[in-house]
């Protein structure tokens, strides 16, 4: 029992019991701490990782900046990790006194798988090759960094009985190395004059150090203005490695080369426009012979298959991205499956694209739709209790909420709600008046999957040339 009384000067005195209190609860997570080792076999290999170290030469030849955030880096290169602690005790003295069995219920059992599942870790032992490992993916780390000559080492340290050991791993950076130029190169001479127009905004800036993630970067901001502009077979895959050459040693700058590689048995990468485009409406998986194209729509085909379209062919137009005779861009085939999946009429659908057989340079495109159920209804529900203590009756409340869907209400795809909101408030303990409320509510909506503007400001502001009309018609 805890108890205390205010001496001279206002001081506190303690109890005998809370004295004791603060001197073996201590002792006793510290001794909880040493038992964990009583069961390890050092001769076994049985020695405890109880901690991981990394430390920076300070023989380096330049400061390392950021060295915090780069030693959390590094930590997660770790190969292994000491075991948590729980009250100061670690986890593998759980473990290990659960897996005594003898003498015991199967209360008792149970309570064991309980506290090692819970409670307790299977101990780590120290690995030296997993401690090299760890040294191997550090230096690769700092070298993907610019640390292009960088060391990590590794040494172990136990305790007297062998039974502890703590790993710690010296950094040598030797300098980081900063971009000095970047050099594009290509034999395709398309190519080349498109990567020598896109150089300022290149994320490979002088001065910046040499890092893979900034790499990695420029390789998807080429990547993706290629294949919005054209060339829809280009891959990351066409980028080679960097090529970095010392500069200056004194200063640690490097001139650095980046290569697109031209494809197999081509000399140029090819430029694709868009050839004819084929909507399936009604598409089942199942059937193989698909009917043919019989409706001509803005230079788009559709297919009805002697069926009335679900959706008008020009609402469907207002969704589709792609026009023939444009340039391939991805982001327009993209935008084209989001537009379309949107209307809620249809699926994700499924776009195929193939190489036109007379026009090398065109890629016809064959978009197939799955219909979606065309009524959905949903119910919704809730259940309220009101206390009223002034008054004193309280109160119940229900309500219901019905709704019905139709997700092509004019065949241009457009979404109509009718839904309801049913309530009634009662009081069941009111001789006189048991019903408090009532609400009745109808609405209905009509969403149009389209652009309309009126008055039509934005349309007038394209006139003016204040807005492009590429930047209208993604508005």
Known sequence: MLSFQKGKNNSIIFSGTFRLALIYVPLFFIFQSCFTT?????E??????VANHIEFEKTSKEKVKNKATLTEQLSQRLQQRPNRKLFGIRRPHFYYISLDSIDKTKFGLASD????RILGEEPVFIDTLLAKRTAELMTTFLQNKGFFKAQVDYSVKTNKKNTKAEVTYHVKSNGQYLIDTLIYESKDNVIQEILDSLADDSFLKPGEPIDISLYEKEVSRITKYLINNGYANFYPQYINNLEAFDSSDANLNAQLSLEILPPPNRKSHQVFYIGDIYVFQNFNPSIRDLPKPDTLYNGIYFTSGGKS???KPKSLKNSIALKTGELYRFEDVEATRRQLG???????????IEADTLNPDRLNFFIYLTSNKKWELEVSGDVSYTVRTLLGTNLIGLSVSPSVRNRNLFRGAELGVIGLDLGIEV???????KINSLDLR????????????????????????LISDSFYNKV
């Open 342 to 352: 949107a209307l809620g009429v249809f699926t994700t659908p499924t776009i195929r």
């Open 309 to 311: 379209f679900k959706v």
């Open 38 to 42: 009583r069961y390890l076999d050092p």
């Open 442 to 465: 109808g609405q209905t909506d009509i969403f149009f999957p389209r652009f309309v503007e009126y008055p039509k400001v934005w349309k007038s502001l394209t006139k003016t040339k």
């Open 113 to 116: 798988r309980t506290m090692r």
């Open 427 to 433: 009081a069941p303990f009111n001789k006189t008046n």
């Open 44 to 49: 076994k290999g049985e020695t405890l990782l």
